[in-house]
């Protein structure tokens, strides 16, 4: 039995089976994450919803998956560039929205904690998954629709224990679905997607923020395409720019193997546009980056 999480797919369903085949996942005894972005700009995002529903399989939310529930309760318009429409249309939408939207914010699992985009710096992993939970419940709640409506925006952007209502939802779901950047204060910026040698002034990436609160704790994350591959001792990132012709990548937690597909060329995939990765692109068979899990 193995435990694999996967990067942002992003509706990229002919990437996904060709990684599934390298892996060889056997749903009747392998487990995976999805690390967010389900959905959205890939070639079908219907097939990677249904596929996900229909196995069993794990995930976190993100930012596109949100956008998407958003979409469908009338409290977002459809994007230039999205590929919604699939789900939108499909006789199944109501059973694979109500899936999605019953899906964690964050999870833990064999010692390591999954989540989209990031934590904030005064975050300890036990108090991320408490506030993960609280977003968690209100979407799997009667108000979930309220939340929706009320969940955009870039405000507060520096967390206080005291925040409470539509302000504390909102600044739980952008850190864990949006983060990349914030000042060691904590304050988080929105607008950079570059990579670590680009920072806004100010700023850091939020696993380099000195005494964060969750350092120590391995996190597994996504969302970040520029960083690439990045295995460190207690952060993981495994957004490969599948979307964007990179790889699509999978890491087994219980060693830390990493098994990656190039996609290039495939369906769905758009032009090639990278950045400078700040760790190697992998292939081939799995590829043991540390020893052992943290």
């Avoid at 929105?190 to 040698?197: A, C, N, T």
């Avoid at 990436?205 to 990045?230: D, E, N, T, Y």
């Avoid at 964007?244 to 999978?250: F, T």
């Avoid at 369906?267 to 052992?292: K, M, Y």
Wanted: glycine share 10%; with cysteine.
């Amino acid at each position: 039995m193995s435990t694999w999480a996967i990067g942002d797919l992003q509706g990229c369903h002919a990437a996904l089976r060709l990684l599934l085949d390298k892996i060889g996942f056997n749903p009747a005894q392998d487990r995976i994450w999805l690390l967010g972005d389900l959905v959205n700009r890939g070639e079908d995002s219907l097939a990677v919803l249904r596929w996900a529903r229909d196995n069993g399989i794990g995930a976190v939310l993100g930012n596109h998956d949100l956008h998407l529930l958003a979409v469908a309760s009338g409290h977002a318009p459809v994007r230039e560039g999205d590929t919604l429409h699939g789900i939108l249309g499909a006789s199944d939408r109501d059973e694979l929205l109500d899936w999605l939207r019953y899906r964690p914010l964050a999870v833990r699992d064999q010692g390591y904690l999954l989540v989209h985009a990031g934590l904030l710096p005064q975050w300890s992993i036990e108090q991320a998954c408490r506030l993960a939970d609280e977003v968690t419940d209100v979407l799997r709640g009667p108000g979930w629709r309220d939340f929706l409506q009320h969940m955009y925006g870039n405000q507060p952007a520096q967390w206080r224990d005291d925040l409470c209502g539509i302000d504390r939802l909102r600044i739980i779901t952008n850190a864990m679905t949006r983060l990349r950047f914030c000042t060691p204060e904590g304050t988080m910026e929105f607008q950079l997607k570059g990579s670590l040698d680009q920072p806004p002034e100010g700023c850091l990436p939020w696993f380099q923020v000195p005494g964060r609160k969750s350092s120590g704790s391995p996190v597994i994350f996504g969302h970040w395409s520029a960083l690439g591959l990045r295995i460190e001792s207690d952060t993981l990132a495994l957004d490969t720019g599948c979307l964007w012709g990179g790889k699509l990548s999978a890491l087994r937690l219980e060693d830390r193997a990493v098994v990656q597909v190039d996609c290039a060329g495939l369906p769905g995939t758009r032009p090639l546009i990278r950045h400078a990765h700040s760790a190697p692109q992998l292939s081939g068979d799995p590829v043991h980056l540390s020893p052992g899990r943290a």
